[in-house]
């Protein structure tokens, strides 16, 4: 009988807790994505399981992590003492980070997130190993868009749309600077508010860019921390924006409610987009 993805994900986090000398008792899944996070809940530990093809981004991802704790960043932090991985199991691969638990957000969540997410940039702009630019973002939704084997329930027109605006945005994002080391995914779902504020986790995506790149993810009261900013290229990005999610949502149609709805969310963005600029 073949296991389920959930079920490879808590063996394979429950194993990685008995290495490191954790209890696994009450091992539940948090959340199913890309990968699986799951909670050791007497461990306050978090387990962030993968296919064993993402070994390469989850060891640049706790390499990341381990800059950014090192400077006190308001990130996730992995476990010390080279408990935190990767490790292979299973034909899985996963990180172990400390759990922060959630709490309300705060009176000017806006204003909280902005200084998080400055603190955030500023914490890895040393960070020494090279970041890919965020412009392979996009080029990487383009390929999922292009594949009828990858995106099988988007309709042809659309197919066709999202090949004509790749076209045009790949030629603009090539005059856009990429000197500032990024988050690269700052969204609501990469965000853990507790007691001391609002957290960032899931470094997957960071990556070289504009600052307006990572603030096109947050709301308009969190620009208010970075005066540099430029107004028009963050509308700009936001197209982009939808373009990388779009991209991502129709590659996993049909896995959960959310990921279907932010699929078609997107891409009626980018049909609305379209219109208004042919």
């Known amino acids: 009988m073949t296991r389920t993805r959930r079920e490879s994900a808590l063996d394979a986090a429950c194993e990685a807790a008995r290495r ?102 500023e914490a890895l702009a040393d960070f020494a190993s090279p970041l890919p630019p965020f412009t392979e973002k996009v080029d990487d939704a383009a390929v999922l868009f292009a594949d009828p084997t990858a995106t099988p329930e988007l309709p042809a027109s659309d197919r066709r749309l999202t090949a004509a605006i790749y076209d ?52 308009e009261q969190a620009h208010e921390t970075f005066p540099e900013r430029n107004e028009d290229l963050i509308a700009s990005l936001r197209q982009a924006i939808s373009f990388c999610v779009a991209g991502w949502c129709w590659a996993q149609h049909g896995r959960a409610p959310e990921i279907d709805a932010a699929a078609a969310f997107h891409l009626d963005v980018l049909r609305r987009t379209a219109r208004t600029t042919n």
């Open 20 to 121: 490191c000398g954790l209890s696994a008792a009450g091992a539940r899944v948090l959340r199913e994505s890309h990968n699986t996070l799951v909670l050791l809940p007497e461990a306050r530990v978090v387990a962030k399981v993968a296919p064993s093809r993402n070994l390469e981004a989850l060891g640049r991802e706790l390499a990341v992590g381990l800059h950014l704790a090192a400077r006190g960043a308001p990130t996730v932090r992995p476990l010390p003492d080279g408990d935190a991985g990767p490790y292979e199991l299973n034909g899985r691969v996963l990180t172990l980070w400390s759990y922060f638990p959630p709490a309300p957000a705060g009176e000017q969540p806006g204003l909280e997130l902005g200084r998080a997410l400055r603190a955030f940039h």
């Open 168 to 219: 045009r945005l790949r030629s603009w994002l090539v005059t856009v600077g990429t000197g500032s080391r990024l988050h690269g995914e700052p969204h609501s779902d990469n965000v853990i508010w507790t007691l001391n504020g609002p957290v960032l986790v899931d470094f997957e995506a960071v990556c070289m860019g504009p600052v307006e790149w990572d603030l096109g993810f947050l709301p």
